[in-house]
Every structure is written in structure tokens, then in C-alpha cells.
């Protein structure tokens, strides 16, 4: 089995790149973690990465000012020198140009801790518990050039319990996150799962 070359990118402990890593060192995982790349040198999640004896590489979006465009190129770069086949994203806090994204479309994969197309963008737990919802959880999707709405792969959820606060909320959400990513990578991979396929079930 020729397994898929991934890219984890990351900007913090990488809580999710490390669900993926510890999968896919099972051998009849379809990919490998081949690369991860954080936006910001002290990521915690690079020492990890390391530890895994995986390849690492920071692309400081500081260096590049406004121009967006210009940090995703240098960031393309990297994905290309290590022949990267799929992109991850795993609290990767930056917005990605719809150049990068059309480059990638089909490829880059995102997880967001809410159910969406509930609670896009920030704040997600906090924002579940001042609606009232009763089960709160996580979603992986194929990104598309508008945030937090592109074609879902695969979600879960949990209840939302009474005297639920944010973080115990976002604890038992990030328990799903860990559970599901790793699942909707492998789908991606093994080909089950493709943006146009994807799309037509959604429609």
C-alpha cells in the first residue's frame, strides 16, 4: 500500500496533529504523517512532531506583513519539497487565501469544534451554551475559499450537560475531535471521501 504523504499545519500544542500521528502509525493506516508545519516557531506542537522523528518546518507569517498571498506561497514551497499528497489543518490560526485553497481544493481538510453549519468561526463553546443547544460537538470538512463552510466528511457530537462551563464542554468536545479526525483523514485517503462526491451528498 502507497500511503498518502500528509502535512499537519499547526499553530499551538497540536493536540490534533497528535490524534493523527499516533493513528497513522498503525500499519494498514493510508497515510503517513510527513511533514508538519507551524506558523509560529515556538508552537509546542514542533517539539512533539520532532520527538516522532517527523520532519518539521516553521513559515513565520510575521516575515511576510499583510501580504497573505506571499506567506502561502513560501508555505506551498514546503508542501512541494516534501511531496505532500494532503493537508491537515489543526488549529492552524490563520485564514488561507482563496489562492491557496483553489491550489489545494479537494486536498485540505479542517476540523472545527462545533457541528457545523452551527457556529462558524470563534468561540464555538462559549457560543453553544448562550444558545442553549442540547448536543454540541466537531466537524471535519474539505475548506473551501469561505470559512467554516465547506462540504462535511464526517461530525459527532455529545450532549450538553447542565453546569456545562466552556472549558468541560471543550474537553469532551476535543475527546470527538481526537476520535474523528483520524477517521475522516483515512476516508481522504482510501478515496471514500472526495470534495465533488462530498458536495453531491450535501446538496
Given amino acids: 500500500m502507497t500511503k498518502k504523504r500528509v502535512a499537519v499545519l499547526i499553530s499551538g500544542r497540536g493536540s490534533n496533529m497528535t490524534a493523527l500521528i499516533a493513528a497513522a502509525k498503525a500499519p494498514g493506516y493510508p497515510a503517513a504523517i510527513a511533514l508538519v508545519v507551524a506558523n509560529v516557531p515556538d508552537a509546542a506542537g514542533l517539539a512533539r512532531a520532532q520527538h516522532d522523528g517527523i520532519a518539521t518546518a516553521v513559515v513565520d507569517h510575521r516575515n511576510f506583513g499583510a501580504d497573505r498571498e ?9 508542501l512541494a519539497a516534501h511531496r505532500i499528497d ?3 489543518l489543526a488549529g492552524f490560526m490563520r485564514l488561507l487565501t482563496p489562492w491557496f485553497v483553489r491550489r489545494w481544493s479537494g486536498r485540505l481538510i479542517n476540523i472545527h469544534p462545533a457541528l457545523l453549519p452551527q457556529f462558524k468561526g470563534l468561540h464555538t463553546h462559549r457560543r453553544a451554551l448562550e444558545a442553549g443547544v442540547a448536543r454540541h460537538g466537531a466537524t471535519v470538512h474539505f475548506v473551501v475559499p469561505e470559512m467554516d463552510s465547506g462540504p462535511i466528511i464526517l461530525q459527532d457530537s455529545v450532549p450538553v450537560l447542565a453546569g456545562d462551563t466552556e472549558a468541560t464542554l471543550a474537553a469532551r468536545v476535543l475527546s470527538v475531535e481526537h476520535r474523528i479526525y483520524p477517521q475522516a483523514l483515512r476516508l481522504v485517503a482510501e478515496g471514500r471521501a472526495t470534495l465533488p ?7
Fill in 86 to 88: 494532503l493537508v491537515c
Fill in 70 to 78: 506571499a506567506f502561502e506561497r513560501a508555505l506551498d514551497a514546503q
Fill in 197 to 203: 462526491a462530498v458536495a453531491a451528498r450535501s446538496e
